[in-house]
Each structure stands twice: as C-alpha cells, then as structure tokens.
C-alpha cells in the first residue's frame, strides 16, 4: 500500500471526474490519501471529501492566503481540528516568491498554525519557498511536529526538519529531469520519508504536463527507490509506515 499524503483533490480539476479519480488510485495500490486545504472554504470541502470517501483532510490557511486571516479563522480551524477526518493542520508556511499576502501577515499567520498544532497534538504540513531563513527561526520557537511538504529548500531548512525529528516528503519534482539535488534525498532517514503528489499540481514522468492524480504517487517511489539506492518495497513499507505514525491511524482507513 502507497500513501499520497498531499493531494489537493478539492481542486477544481477534480470536479467532473473525482470518485473515478479515487477509485484509481484504490486500484492502483495507493490504500489512502491526504486531502489538503489551503483556506477556510477548501477546509470544508476537504472534509466533505474525506468523508465521503473515507479519506483525511487538513485544516488551515495557505501564505498565500494568509492576508483573508480574520478574528473568526482560528475559531473555525479549533473546530475543524476536533474532527475526526482531520489530521494535521495546514498545509501552512511562508511563500516569498510570490508574495500574494504581505510577508509580515505570513509570518503570523504561521505561528498561529503552529500553536494550533502544538495545541491539539496534530503535526502541521508546511510549505515554505524562498523563505528558508524566516522558516528555521520560526520553527525553532514551536514543538509542533511537522512535516516539509514537497521539499525542494535549501540544507538549512533540511538540517533544521532533521533536527526536529520532522518528517520530509518528496513529490513528483525529484522525477524532473531538472532535479539535482539528491543528495537531500538520500539524506532523510528512512523513518522520516513520505511521498506525495500534490496533485493536481507537480505530474512526475512520464505523466508530466498533464494533470496530476494520487495514482500517480507510485512513480515518485519508484524514483526515491531509485535515487536513494532501496527497493521499492522498503520505500513502500517505509513511507506508508511513516504516515501512519504521522498522521495517525486514519491512514489504515480504505478509500471507498
């Protein structure tokens, strides 16, 4: 069994065809999937869709939304947080390259996440681009546990995730022919790895250019697999073991 652990099935590209789209991924070995939100209305969707096909979901506020943050956010996250479809807070974190919300409202919003999943024992599933420096100081002021989603940061930010005992998931990007950096791969410990899609985003080859889907987080294995010199059948035991003891015992459930 394969866990996609960052999949934003909530997207509107999944609109026409979602129950096909879980359905493959359950034919295709993947046994289940972590339905992300990026702000308050994909966090309702995201539980309907776990519910509904008895998935998890996250709960939180993507940088780029953070500038929405108003006094009724964090109240309607505790909520969302008590619920049994949700495993993790996020995905949260900082985004300097694009900047669509002020970098100072970044930076709170983050925090605030941070508590909540200090608070409710929940790990928090973080994005961070070109932000590696407000990230690690950040991060080293919370006992949150987290996970680095589709780690593409520099060795700072790894050394800071591996310090933490954090979890680090690849996505499809280490399938590009413009990925050099294996050496950050071969570097999480194999109790610490996860694999992921972030589908619809980030199709890995052969599929790339096309839409994403949790199906396809089988090709980023075998790549790990692959680059880190394992079988596929310890990545897969490993990564699916990992979520499990990350995100609780949700990850046994079957998609339905």
């Known amino acids: 069994m394969l866990v996609?652990?960052?999949?934003?099935?909530?997207?509107?590209?999944?609109?026409?065809?979602?129950?096909?789209?879980?359905?493959?991924a359950r034919t295709g070995g993947v046994g289940h999937v972590v339905v992300v939100a990026d702000a308050v209305e994909s966090t309702r969707l995201a539980v309907k869709i776990a519910k509904k096909f008895n998935l998890s979901a996250t709960a939180g506020v993507h940088p780029h939304e953070a500038k929405t943050w108003d006094d009724s956010t964090e109240d309607f996250l505790r909520a969302s947080l008590s619920l049994e479809e949700v495993v993790a807070v996020g995905e949260a974190g900082l985004d300097y390259h694009y900047d669509f919300s002020p970098r100072h409202e970044q930076q709170d919003v983050f925090r605030r996440q941070l508590a909540l999943g200090s608070q409710f024992g929940l790990p928090v599933v973080i994005h961070s681009r070109s932000a590696d420096d407000d990230m690690v100081s950040a991060l080293r002021e919370t006992d949150a546990g987290y996970v680095l989603h589709s780690f593409s940061s520099g060795?700072?930010?790894?050394?800071?995730?591996?310090?933490?005992?954090?979890?680090i998931s690849f996505s499809g990007m280490i399938t590009f022919k413009s990925w050099d950096d294996l050496e950050a791969v071969r570097a999480v410990p194999l109790d610490r790895v996860l694999i992921e899609t972030d589908a619809p985003y980030l199709a890995p080859v052969p599929f790339r250019g096309k839409r994403?889907?949790?199906?396809?987080?089988?090709?980023?294995?075998?790549?790990?697999?692959?680059?880190?010199?394992?079988?596929?059948?310890?990545?897969?035991?490993?990564?699916?073991?990992?979520?499990?003891?990350?995100?609780?015992?949700?990850?046994?459930?079957?998609?339905?």
């Not at 652990?5 to 065809?17: A, I, P, Q, R, V």
């Not at 790894?158 to 979890?167: I, S």
């Open 4 to 24: 996609d652990t960052h999949c934003h099935l909530g997207s509107k590209k999944f609109d026409t065809d979602r129950a096909l789209v879980v359905e493959n």
């Open 212 to 256: 994403n889907e949790p199906a396809f987080v089988a090709k980023v294995a075998e790549r790990l697999a692959e680059i880190r010199d394992e079988s596929l059948e310890e990545i897969e035991t490993a990564t699916t073991e990992n979520a499990l003891r990350c995100f609780g015992p949700r990850i046994n459930l079957q998609p339905s």
């Open 155 to 167: 060795p700072k930010l790894l050394r800071q995730g591996l310090d933490d005992g954090a979890y």
